[in-house]
């Protein structure tokens, strides 16, 4: 039984040393409010896929990989 009771003496203690530290940070730390500020695209504010191109022009031909030159 002795060996119980320390072992339930040490867990009481450790909690009460967790629950003092929560108590310490709750106490004297404040936290520093800030704003945030995030610039969101007006074509996802309005539902569109993709921005709209005028009649008649081409769509660009955009690739990750660079096109190979003649003569290389």
């Known amino acids: 039984m002795p ?3 320390r072992l339930l ?3 009481l203690f450790l909690a009460g ?6 108590f310490a940070l709750v106490s004297f730390v404040e936290p520093n409010p ?3 500020v995030r610039n969101i695209p007006t ?3 309005l539902g569109e896929t993709a921005p709209t ?3 008649g022009m081409p769509t660009p031909n955009v690739t990750s990989t660079p096109a190979a030159t003649p003569g290389q």
């Open 53 to 55: 191109r005028p009649v």
């Open 43 to 45: 074509r996802e504010l």
């Open 34 to 36: 800030k704003d945030v």
């Open 17 to 22: 040393l967790v629950y003092a530290g929560m």
């Open 3 to 5: 060996t119980l009771f």
């Open 9 to 11: 003496i040490t867990i």
